[in-house]
Each structure stands twice: as C-alpha cells, then as structure tokens.
C-alpha cells in the first residue's frame, strides 16, 4: 500500500484542503497519516477524521519582532529531528504540506529523506512557511494564475484549490432546519475565518437590529467570540465553529459576508453564492486577503469593503447592492473558468510519488 504524510496546520484553512483530498488518495489506495502540533487547530479536526496524528515541535513564525524568534528555531531543530524519526519509521511514498509553520520541519525532514513533497499556495503570494519551504519541495501547487511566476526554479503548478466534495452535497431544506429560522426571509451568512473576527462580528452587532429587519442570520464568530446576550434573538443563530452542518449552512444561505482566505472564496465561487469578502487589513496580515478580494472584484464574483472602511451604514448599503444584483454575481461565478482543483493536485501527488 501507498503511503502519503500530510501536514499543514495554524489555522483551519492549511488543514480543511488536505481533507478535499482524502477521499480521492484513499480511493487510489493510499494510507493517510498526518503530522501536526500538540495544540494546534488540526490535530482536533484530523483526529475526528479517525486519520493517524503526528505530534512534533515547532515555532511559529513571525514577520515582527518578539523575543520568542530567539528560541523558536530551537524548537523547529527539534520538529525536523521528530519528522525525521517518524519518516523513517513510517517510509512514506510522498509528503504532502499546505503550509503553516508546523509544515516547515516536516518538509525539511522529508528533503533529507529524500521523500518527495507536494506544497499547496491558495493564497496569490506564497506564506512565509510555503517560502521558507519551497527549496525543499519537488512542486509547489498554486491557485492563482498570477502565482505560477512568485515561484522560484519552475517548481510552480497551477492547479486551483481543492474543494470538498460535500460541500457541494449540502441540504438548503436541512440548512433552514438547523438554524430555526421561522420568518422567511433571505439568509445571511456571516464567515469570519476559522479563528473569527473581532472586528466584523462588534460591526455585525452594532447593526444587528437593523439587519435582522430584512434578514436571517447564521454568524460563525469563532471560538470563544459567542455573544450570551443575543443567544435567543430570532433570526439570529450563532456557532463558534462548524464542521459536519457546514456543507447545509453554506447551501442554505442566499448571500455571505465572508473574509477573503483563498480556500473560502474559491468554496463560494463553486457554491456560487454572492458575497461582499472583508481582507485582512495589511496592519494585521501580509496583505494576502487584499490581493484574493481583488483578483475576486476584478473577475465579477464579490464586491469587496476594506476591513477600514467597514461601518454598519456602509455595509447595509453593501448588503442592498449585493441582493439587487445578485444575478449578475451568480452569472460571472457561473462563467468563471477555476475549476475544483482537487483532481489536478492528485494527478500531481501521483506523478512524484516515490
């Protein structure tokens, strides 16, 4: 049997498109296996995927100061020398990463074991693990056009991003019934990423009443971000995280208001639900989210808000122009050439298994 090791890990969006993937590399006959943190945010969402889990070391990285850079790449040494012991141990065929910095030792270790590895970008500029990572890589798959040239040594493939397959398999009938909307109004969803937004769910709040008038709302805040004190308003149903009921969620709703993460956006445009995307301002990120919402603007799928120009009156006049034109977004997405990049990924995976 063919074995692959994957990792990847931060936050839900270097771990959700690995699973895109498993159906399809266990189909092939692969075993799975996964190499992640003690803590991190993917050893809960693998683990309930009954996946065999890896725990190594590893510092995170940084893009600013902090006197944790100073014993953080001790902390790395000691995940590559981990990964390298569960490489020989386990003898995979090929590793497979979609970044984080858990990834960086584990890529490393599989370089040094002479394992082929598969890199996966979803954002237009690689991240800082996937650049650190690159050298150690036989291919780096990307999502954007724009990406294949931000690769060094023609090491870049442009596959697209891998969409899980139940996603498009979602009940709208079982959306609304998990959500208990009585009234029969359109159906806002509200994604603030996998850890949440602060910010976009104070500017939800604020207007809640107000945005109740016309719309039911499904709001995913993030852990730790539920509001008690909106627990029983009508209309209004919030969830810290979801996972099984997502696929339903997302078909129910008629519009969303959603950060502009690759792998989110890329799931609305197969969903084809009109949107408003939200970027990270470049104040608390590398800029990434701006450049996705503009290539997404660009091509007629989202209207987009700079996260500093964000204000309840201007979102509800956002919110009237998406649902007026709404056609016309389910049109271009209609039109759009990206496809599911989860069999070109495969394909790949299968060219440069050892």
Do not use: W
């Not at 056009?145 to 090491?155: F, L, M, R, T």
């Amino acid at each position: 049997m063919k074995k692959i090791i994957m990792t990847g890990g931060g936050s839900a969006g270097h771990v959700t498109p690995n699973l895109a993937l498993v159906p399809k590399l266990k189909e092939l006959g692969y075993e799975i296996q996964y190499i992640g943190t003690k803590d991190g945010i993917e050893r809960k969402i693998i683990e309930q995927e009954e996946i065999k889990y890896h725990v190594i070391s590893s510092g995170k990285l940084r893009r600013y100061f902090d006197i944790k850079n100073f014993t953080d790449p001790f902390k790395v040494l000691k995940g590559i020398f981990q990964a390298t012991l569960i490489m020989k141990k386990e003898k995979p065929n090929m590793v497979f990463s979609k970044g984080g910095f858990v990834a960086v030792p584990v890529v490393i270790a599989a370089h040094l074991n002479k394992i082929p590895v598969i890199a996966h970008e979803s954002d237009m500029t690689p991240g800082l693990a996937n650049r650190i990572s690159a050298p150690y890589c036989t291919k780096v798959c990307v999502t954007f056009p724009e990406s294949v040239n931000k690769i060094k040594d023609n090491k870049a493939v442009l596959t697209g991003t891998p969409i899980r397959g139940e996603l498009l398999q979602g009940s709208k009938i079982l959306g609304r019934k998990i959500c208990k909307f009585e009234q029969d109004k359109p159906i806002l969803l509200i994604i603030g990423g996998s850890l949440g937004s602060k910010f976009i769910n104070d500017v939800i709040r604020d207007g809640i009443d107000k945005l109740l008038e016309k719309y039911n709302i499904v709001h995913i805040c993030g852990k730790g971000n539920l509001d008690k004190e909106l627990v029983e308003k009508k209309g209004y149903k919030q969830f810290e995280y979801i996972n099984e009921e997502l696929p339903h969620i997302m078909n129910a709703a008629d519009i969303v208001l959603s950060r502009a993460g690759a792998n989110v956006i890329f799931e609305l445009l197969a969903l084809k639900k009109p949107n408003i995307l939200i970027p990270l301002s470049k104040k608390s990120s590398r800029g990434d989210q701006i450049l996705n919402a503009a290539s997404f603007e660009k091509s007629g799928y989202s209207i987009v808000i700079q996260e500093e120009e964000l204000s309840e009156s201007i979102l509800i006049e956002s919110l009237e122009t998406l649902c007026n034109n709404k056609n016309k977004y389910i049109n271009s997405m209609e039109n759009s050439t990206a496809k599911n990049g989860t069999e070109a990924i495969i394909s790949t995976i299968e060219k440069y298994a050892k």
